[in-house]
């Protein structure tokens, strides 16, 4: 009995670190890439932080003279 409580908790306790984000890593969502031709999804992926003050910048769509340009994602 006493073995099942433990194994219990520690299951509880396995999922729940689960739901946490990875140390050092950040999570880069997935976005749209254009191949030229057409354009392809590229998935999301957890990616290792360079150094601890590091902050991940999500690539976006920027309007610029001439049109929009996609700016990838990057660290800062």
């Not at 009995?1 to 880069?28: D, F, H, K, N, Q």
């Given at each position: 009995?006493r073995?099942?409580?433990?194994?219990s908790?520690l299951?509880?306790?396995a999922l729940?670190?689960c739901?946490?984000?990875p140390?050092g890593y950040?999570?880069?969502?997935?976005?749209?890439?254009?191949?030229?031709?057409?354009?392809?999804w590229?998935?999301?992926?957890?990616?290792?932080r360079p150094?601890?003050?590091?902050?991940w910048?999500?690539g976006h769509w920027?309007?610029r003279?001439?049109g929009w340009?996609?700016?990838?994602g990057?660290w800062?």
């Amino acid at each position: 009995m006493r073995t099942s409580s433990y194994l219990s908790i520690l299951t509880v306790l396995a999922l729940v670190g689960c739901a946490e984000e990875p140390t050092g890593y950040v999570w880069t969502s997935g976005y749209w890439r254009w191949t030229g031709t057409t354009y392809v999804w590229v998935p999301g992926t957890w990616v290792v932080r360079p150094r601890a003050a590091a902050v991940w910048v999500e690539g976006h769509w920027v309007r610029r003279p001439g049109g929009w340009t996609y700016v990838p994602g990057h660290w800062r």
